[in-house]
């Protein structure tokens, strides 16, 4: 990504004006009448005056003068520090799709709508639906709001019509357009996930739920299915009524978290919730709309849950980390309702995770001092025999761990058909893609173009100012969303 120097000053291009009318320039017998024939004595002295009638020196000197500065050195996420005065831009060429779109206050969670539209959508402009709880402003708090989002008119990057023309005639150009249902709420979202039932016949839409966590530390449910439809139902009226949550989650009183997940196995909807206590409830649909909490928690960890996860294999198995440091892997049968294994992976809180819903072995972990890393939860099975289900084991070796971001890990991905790639978001204002597959043996990955300190299976960096929260949209394959200080970040690339 390079850096371009803010406020530079472009120049105009020279502009050749030709008077009269083109009769002018037309001999008496209709033949072509070189006005510049005698300007010139010998061939040695065109080819020195260049293409424009100036020596090429002047002319390249001038060039040079009021060409754009722009700096095209690699920027390093943590490392290369910005000058007053400059700021970065994407190089175009590298993306097959790149747009921002923003709210009325930025967010700190979000979900992607799983919709109709079909999957492995390739075709431009694209559209995509989302849900999103909002941050405002202290002393504004009222003015939050749960976002129910359309994207369309996601155009492709320009490219050259003559190369592409043939297998993109179906693609058109358009605007990016946000539309939005708002429902008011009391509170800042701390993170929001989104689950769909499936509808009872094919004549009505699945039913779709939001799992919002509050700052107050009330979990809201509410029903959506409403607000998607009046996107593309003209006319559509959405009530008050609506727009009330199904349920109430308040079995954390008044204290806040950040660790939320539906179960992908359980049509009905079962919702694991941590909070800064350490505590983990469980709740579960009754199927009518309304849901039902075991009120003893899931205990074990000694600091905030910040990350929860369900096993996208087992329906009774979940993980959960913390900033102990420590991931624990839990069953709901335990009677004891305490950890059946417990890891030591990292010296400082585990911020996000990740299990991998291709091979459900794998555990993707993001800390706080910017390292990441992928485990095989075989290993920590094969190990636990020879400790008690409650005893942390010692830390294992992950299969692959990097510490290339400098600042905290907030949000990590897998990809969801591609077990070998991962998209990680940090606090140093960057989405980086990874392909684990890279082997670290192999003398032509290793090179990084020069660069030092770049893992070969780095592929991709994107520029995102203060990115939160990123997701894969699962119907269009390489599509990535993320939500930062400057809004939503839609985009694709040519790596992915």
């Known amino acids: 990504m390079g850096k371009r120097s803010a406020d530079v000053p472009v120049s105009e291009l020279d502009k050749t004006t030709l008077n009269g009318n083109p009769s002018d320039y037309v001999g008496e017998e209709g033949e072509f ?5 005698d300007e010139f004595e010998s061939e040695d002295e065109i080819i020195e005056a260049g293409v424009d009638g100036r020596p090429d020196e002047e002319r390249e000197a001038e060039e040079k003068t009021y060409a754009m500065d722009v700096d095209k050195q690699t920027f390093m996420p943590g490392r290369t520090k910005l000058a007053p005065g400059e700021s970065l831009a994407p190089d175009p060429s590298t993306y097959d799709m790149l747009h921002t779109l923003t709210t009325t206050w930025p967010c700190l969670s979000f979900d992607i709508v799983p919709d109709g539209l079909g999957d492995n959508r390739k075709t431009y402009p694209a559209t995509l639906y989302a849900a999103a709880g909002t941050q405002a402003e202290a002393g504004r708090e009222k003015e939050n709001e749960l976002l129910v989002m359309k994207f369309s008119g996601l155009s492709r990057m320009e490219r050259d019509r003559e190369e592409e023309e043939s297998e993109d005639e179906d693609d058109e150009d358009a605007d990016p357009i946000l539309e939005s249902k708002s429902i008011p709420l009391s509170s800042t979202t701390n993170r929001i996930r989104v689950h769909q039932m499936p509808p009872s016949n094919s004549s009505v839409p699945a039913t779709t739920l939001t799992a919002t966590m509050t700052e107050s530390g009330k979990i809201l449910i509410h029903d959506i299915t409403p607000h998607l439809t009046s996107f593309d139902t003209p006319g559509t009226v959405i009530s008050p009524t609506q727009n009330q949550p199904l349920s109430t989650i308040r079995s954390h009183t008044t204290t806040e978290g950040y660790a939320l997940d539906w179960s992908p196995l359980i049509p009905q909807g079962k919702l ?6 350490g505590r983990i409830f469980v709740s579960t649909g009754l199927g009518s709309g309304g849901f039902t909490t075991d009120a003893r928690p899931f205990t074990g960890h000694t600091s905030s849950v910040e990350e929860l996860q369900w096993s996208p294999n087992e329906r009774n198995v979940f993980a959960s980390g913390s900033a102990d440091g420590t991931v624990k892997i839990w069953d709901l049968r335990s009677k004891s309702h305490t950890p059946a294994l417990s ?8 911020n996000v995770m990740s299990w991998s819903p291709q091979t459900a072995h794998l555990l993707a972990t993001g800390d706080d001092d910017g390292a990441w890393a992928v485990w095989d939860l075989r290993q920590w099975k ?8 409650n005893t942390a084991a010692d830390a294992k070796t992950p299969v692959a761990s990097f510490s290339f971001h400098h600042d905290p890990i907030t949000s990590i991905e897998w990809h969801p058909t591609d077990d070998s790639i991962v998209a990680v978001a940090a606090a140093d204002n960057t989405i980086t893609l990874w392909d684990l597959a890279v082997e670290l043996d192999d003398e032509e990955s290793r090179e990084t173009a020069g660069v030092a300190d770049v893992p070969p299976q780095l592929l991709f960096v994107h520029y995102m100012e203060m990115v939160k929260e990123l997701h894969w949209q699962r119907q269009a394959p390489g599509v990535v969303v993320g939500t930062g200080s400057g809004g939503f970040g839609i985009f694709k690339t040519i790596s992915v």
């Not at 094969?382 to 289900?389: C, E, G, V």
């Open 272 to 277: 694991l919730t941590g909070d800064n206590d």
């Open 343 to 350: 890891v030591q992976v990292s010296d400082t809180d585990i």
């Open 33 to 37: 009448e070189d006005e510049y024939e």
């Open 382 to 389: 094969s190990s636990s025999s020879s400790h008690s289900s």
